[in-house]
């Protein structure tokens, strides 16, 4: 396949995101990237934010793509079947992306040119890599939380990953084949780690590029208890399935 005609599909799960929805679709339009595709999965929003990507499907079907889920079963879930559909749609690179725009969509060509050009199964917009950074707006207990994650993280399940958490990723298509995504049982944060475990276990390189990550300007954070009490089990009961 001709890298003009390869299609590179970012997968977008949606909860209550109607403002910042056609925001990202316009940046993403905006990308020198032939092939780029949006696909929102929306998880039956009550604020209509699957009304709106049925509005910018319509209006631009061959940028945006639509998969609509009754169930409102976590983030882990609605990545799921969003990078299921992608494999379906014989994507060549899946990219993970919040549509609260937290995660600069102007570094995605650096993330797909990386995936291309060098042996690694999957790319990482990196907060902790040098040139890196998070939002000054970012609370001090949020970034204080994220740090920790990140080490604990690495502590337990060596990674070698400086933001193992993070959420804007770029992946082979044959990473995630390889890594059976649909047979992944964590959710929120925790099924961003388990992804990258079973990538370095699966003898993966993950490469990371420096991003600044962004607050939220619309909408509410989504990190709820549970999902933090979640991630913090996670990399324990990863160390001990190794076996």
Do not use: C
Not at 56 to 68: D, F, M, N, R, S
Not at 119 to 130: E, M, T
Not at 197 to 206: D, L, S
Not at 210 to 229: C, D, N, W, Y
């Amino acid at each position: 396949m001709g890298e003009s005609s390869s299609k590179i599909i970012v997968v977008v799960p949606t909860y209550n995101e109607r403002e910042n929805l056609p925001e990202l679709a316009k940046l993403l339009a905006d990308l020198d990237l032939p092939g780029l595709q949006m696909l929102v999965v929306d998880d039956n929003s009550p604020d209509g934010t699957g009304d709106v990507a049925d509005e910018l499907a319509k209006a631009t079907p061959e940028q945006v793509g639509v998969l609509h889920r009754t169930a409102k079963d976590g983030l882990g879930r609605a990545y799921i079947a969003g990078i299921t559909r992608a494999l379906e749609e014989n994507a060549e690179i899946v990219i993970q992306m919040d549509a609260d725009l937290s995660h600069p969509a102007s570094v995605l060509p650096t993330m797909v040119e990386t995936l291309r050009t060098t042996d690694a199964g999957l790319v990482i917009g990196s907060r902790y890599v040098p040139g890196g950074s998070a939002a000054a707006e970012w609370a001090w207990h949020r970034r204080l939380l994220s740090a920790w994650a990140n080490f604990y993280v690495n502590a337990i399940l060596r990674l070698h990953v400086k933001d193992a958490t993070a959420g804007f990723k770029a992946w082979k298509a044959d990473t995630l084949r390889a890594i059976d995504v649909s047979s992944i049982q964590s959710n929120g944060y925790s099924f961003q780690v388990e992804m990258n475990t079973r990538a370095v276990r699966r003898g993966f390189r993950i490469a990371e590029v420096p991003i600044r990550f962004e607050e939220r300007t619309h909408g509410a954070s989504k990190m709820s208890l549970k999902v933090q009490l979640e991630s913090a089990l996670m990399p324990w009961k990863l160390l001990f399935k190794r076996s």
